[in-house]
């Protein structure tokens, strides 16, 4: 089914160890972001991309960094891992041009740092 | 940066009751989306509305941009209406930044 997905769905990790989340999506969709999403604050931007090759920062960037090698993948890399990067963390994709293009959003990883 | 404020926080509702959600934002916006996040934790797009009403079955939007609000209408809701709505508006530039609020989490019970 075309849609973005998640890998991992859960995760629990210790502090200071590292990993990886990836997105991928099959809509040939230009714009990638990675969201997280905490108790009562909505999601937030942590970083994001508007074509392979390129990657920018988001409203809460510190502890993490991205790459968009492919079009279709956007990775969201943990150095070394937090308590306070305990969330759920939400990928999303959209074609660029015209706004009122819609968003796809990836099914979330839930991720606890110990 | 633009700030998004959603009310009520929390909402419990019977099943059929109909409900308002509202959406403040602090600057004018070219862009307003309503988002539902169903109990699985699934986002779906509802809206884009930017201003005026739109429709789809049981729920209805209503922008008002000069005075920097949105409402969301369910009437006769159901139990699968559970779950957290946001309202989200794009950031400066053509990057599709989406900012969100905090959410109102609906609950319906049968």
């Known amino acids: 089914n075309a849609g973005v997905t998640q890998t991992p769905k859960f995760r629990v990790l210790k502090t200071g160890q590292s990993m990886t989340l990836l997105c991928a999506q099959d809509?040939?969709?230009?714009?990638m972001y990675w969201y997280r999403q905490d108790p009562g604050m909505g999601l937030r931007l942590i970083h994001y991309?508007?074509?392979?090759?390129?990657?920018a920062k988001g409203e809460v960037p510190d502890g993490y960094n991205v790459s968009r090698l492919k079009k279709q993948n956007f990775l969201l890399g943990l150095e070394s891992a937090a308590p306070s990067q305990t969330s759920v963390y939400f990928c999303?994709?959209?074609?660029?041009?015209?706004?009122?293009?819609?968003?796809?959003f990836g099914s979330g990883t839930r991720l606890t740092v110990v | 940066g633009i700030q998004v404020e959603q009310s009520p926080p929390d909402l419990i509702l019977q099943e059929g009751a109909n409900s308002t959600l509202r959406c403040n934002f602090s600057?004018?916006?070219?862009?307003l989306q309503w988002f539902h996040q169903n109990p699985w934790g699934q986002l779906i797009n509802l809206f884009y509305?930017?201003?005026g009403t739109k429709q789809n079955g049981r729920l209805s939007a209503t922008t008002v941009a000069t005075e920097r609000y949105s409402l969301l209408y369910i009437s006769s809701s159901q139990t699968t209406d559970s779950g957290v709505y946001f309202c989200?508006?794009?950031?400066?530039?053509?990057?599709?930044?989406?900012?969100f609020g905090q959410g109102t989490t609906l609950q319906v019970k049968p």
């Open positions: 999303a994709s959209r074609r660029s041009g015209r706004t009122n293009y819609g968003y796809t």
């Open positions: 809509m040939n969709h230009e714009y």
């Open positions: 991309s508007v074509g392979e090759g390129t990657t």
């Open positions: 600057d004018s916006v070219n862009n």
């Open positions: 509305i930017p201003s």
């Open positions: 989200a508006v794009h950031g400066s530039g053509n990057t599709g930044k989406l900012i």
